[in-house]
C-alpha cells in the first residue's frame, strides 16, 4: 500500500456544486496532516491544516479519520478560482520526522 | 515580507555541466528541504535540513548535494546533471514544533531543462 494515496481525478464539477476528496495514508505513526493548493506550474500554498476535532474555514471543510487513516476535504458552493490540484500532505513522526505528499487530486470547476 | 526565493527561476543547461540552485528563506526557519516535481510521480523529497550542519536524505538523493552553512540558506548541487534531472525544483521551509512540522512554505520553483 502506498503511504499517502488519493485519487488523481480530474474532477470536473459545475460551479456552484459540492465536491469531496479522500486521501488514505498508511502508517499509523503519522501525526499532522494538511491540504495544499497547487495551482499549474505554481508552488504549493497550505490550505488548511486538519485536525482531529475536524476544521472548517469557509467554504471548505477538513476531516480526519484516524481509526480508517484517512482525510477528507469538502469544497461547498465552488467557484471557477477553486480550479487547481489539492495535495495532500502527512507527518509521519519518528526520528526522521517525514514529511510526504500526496500525487494530488486534479479539480476543473465547470461554468 | 516572509517568503523563500530560489534562483535561478529557469535554467537550460546541458549533460555535466555543474550548476547550483539557491534557496533563501527570511522566516528564521530551521526546517528547509528539496523537493522535484515531475508528471504522475508528484513531489519527491531530495534532500531536508533539520538545522544548520544537520542534512539528510529524501527519497530521490541520487545526483545531487545539499549544504546548510547558515540558517537561511540551502543551495542544491548537481555535480553532474544528466537528462534524468530535467523537472520542476522546489525549495521550501517550515518550522518545527515539538511534535511535528508545521506549514511549508515553499519557493515559487526552478524549472531546470538538462540537454
Known amino acids: 500500500r502506498k503511504e499517502v494515496e488519493q485519487d488523481p481525478g480530474p474532477f470536473n464539477v459545475p460551479e456552484g456544486a459540492t465536491v469531496a476528496f479522500n486521501c488514505t495514508y498508511s502508517?499509523?505513526?503519522?501525526?499532522?496532516f494538511f491540504w495544499y493548493r497547487q495551482d499549474c506550474r505554481k508552488e504549493p500554498k497550505l490550505l488548511m491544516s486538519?485536525?482531529?476535532s475536524g476544521n472548517e474555514d469557509g467554504r471548505f471543510t477538513a476531516q480526519l479519520n484516524r481509526a480508517s487513516q484517512y482525510i477528507s476535504l469538502l469544497i461547498r458552493d465552488s467557484k471557477l478560482s477553486d480550479s487547481a490540484t489539492y495535495l495532500c500532505?502527512?507527518?509521519?513522526?519518528?526520528?526522521?520526522?517525514?514529511?510526504?505528499f500526496g500525487k494530488g487530486t486534479r479539480l476543473h470547476i465547470l461554468p | 515580507e516572509a517568503q523563500v526565493t530560489q534562483n535561478p527561476r529557469y535554467l537550460i543547461t546541458v549533460t555535466g555541466k555543474k550548476l547550483t540552485v539557491t534557496c533563501s528563506q527570511n522566516?528564521?526557519?530551521?526546517?528547509m528541504s528539496w523537493y522535484r516535481q515531475d508528471p504522475g510521480l508528484g513531489l519527491r523529497q531530495i534532500y531536508y535540513?533539520?538545522?544548520?550542519?544537520?542534512?539528510d536524505k529524501g527519497d530521490v538523493p541520487e545526483g545531487y548535494k545539499v549544504s546548510r552553512k547558515e540558517k537561511r540558506n540551502f543551495p542544491l548541487i548537481l555535480e553532474s546533471p544528466s537528462p534524468n534531472q530535467t523537472s520542476l525544483y522546489f525549495c521550501?521551509?517550515?518550522?518545527?514544533?515539538?511534535?511535528?512540522?508545521?506549514?511549508?512554505?515553499f519557493g515559487p520553483g526552478t524549472r531546470l531543462t538538462v540537454l
Open positions: 521550501a521551509s517550515s518550522q518545527p514544533t515539538t511534535i511535528s512540522l508545521n506549514e511549508q512554505f
Open positions: 502508517n499509523s505513526a503519522s501525526q499532522s
Open positions: 486538519v485536525y482531529s
Open positions: 500532505v502527512v507527518n509521519v513522526l519518528n526520528r526522521d520526522d517525514k514529511i510526504i
Open positions: 522566516m528564521n526557519h530551521e526546517y
Open positions: 535540513s533539520m538545522n544548520v550542519e544537520v542534512t
